[in-house]
């Protein structure tokens, strides 16, 4: 209900003890060294296995940003198949799985495939016993690098995913750089969507001028 007229402004409550309900951030600082000190148990709980798991690369939804990739959710197992990496052993080596998410396109099902194959050859896979190897698994010298320390703490550091710069996307082609099909493309798509439009009256025409013809004829 609308309030009209110079009337009494109905359940005025302008004494509210607000001073209790004002929310302060004096805690950041020591929010920042928990958050630091949490990361640095969780890398050292999961080593030599990195913190993250190897995600996709998607293309942000909506004509407004779908120039952007970022990471994905996780890989379709049209791409796992295409690797050669079995869906359930996946998920095992760091590599997250999305069951729903459908390709849609060549173009990603080629990327993601590609970089699961890099992945795969990064990939130092221990024994699950120690000292006995079995099909798969990496070998003696590899694990030993690994126990030593040299590994990756963070995939995304490794197999990072980038935008190209705005400048660098689009670039302007010269008439000479252009494929021979694609020389006076607009011209020729014009030309096509008006003889596609005219053909009727042409039709017409020249059945009308061969009747003339063949009128004086006789």
């Given at each position: 209900m609308t309030i009209k007229h110079n009337q009494q402004?109905?359940?005025?409550?302008?004494?509210?003890?607000?001073q209790r309900r004002v929310r302060t951030h004096f805690d950041q600082p020591g929010r920042k060294t928990r958050r630091r000190n949490a990361r640095l148990t969780k890398a050292a709980a999961v080593a030599p296995r990195p913190v993250d798991k190897l995600r996709p690369i998607v293309r942000c939804p909506?004509?407004?940003?779908?120039?952007?990739?970022r990471a994905g959710r996780g890989f379709t197992l049209t791409e796992l198949k295409e690797a050669g990496i079995p869906k359930k052993l996946a998920p095992t080596v760091g590599i997250s799985v999305d069951h729903r998410r459908q390709n849609l396109s060549m173009e990603s099902l080629t990327k993601n495939v590609e970089r699961l194959k890099?992945?795969?050859?990064?990939?130092?896979?221990?024994?699950?016993?120690?000292?006995?190897?079995?099909?798969?698994?990496?070998?003696?010298?590899?694990?030993?690098?690994?126990?030593?320390?040299?590994?990756?703490?963070?995939?995304?550091?490794?197999?990072?995913?980038?935008?190209?710069?705005?400048?660098?996307?689009?670039?302007?082609?010269?008439?000479?750089?252009?494929?021979?099909?694609e020389k006076d493309a607009y011209k020729k798509l014009r030309m096509a969507r008006s003889d596609a439009r005219l053909v009727g009256v042409r039709e017409k025409r020249a059945k009308a001028k061969a009747e003339e013809a063949a009128a004086q004829k006789k």
């Open positions: 402004i109905q359940h005025n409550h302008f004494r509210k003890d607000w909506t004509i407004k940003y779908n120039r952007r990739i890099a992945y795969q050859a990064r990939l130092i896979l221990f024994p699950r016993r120690s000292g006995q190897f079995k099909k798969g698994d990496s070998s003696k010298e590899e694990v030993t690098t690994a126990k030593e320390g040299k590994v990756v703490a963070k995939t995304s550091d490794v197999l990072p995913i980038t935008n190209v710069a705005l400048e660098e996307a689009i670039t302007e082609v010269k008439r000479s750089e252009m494929p021979e099909g």
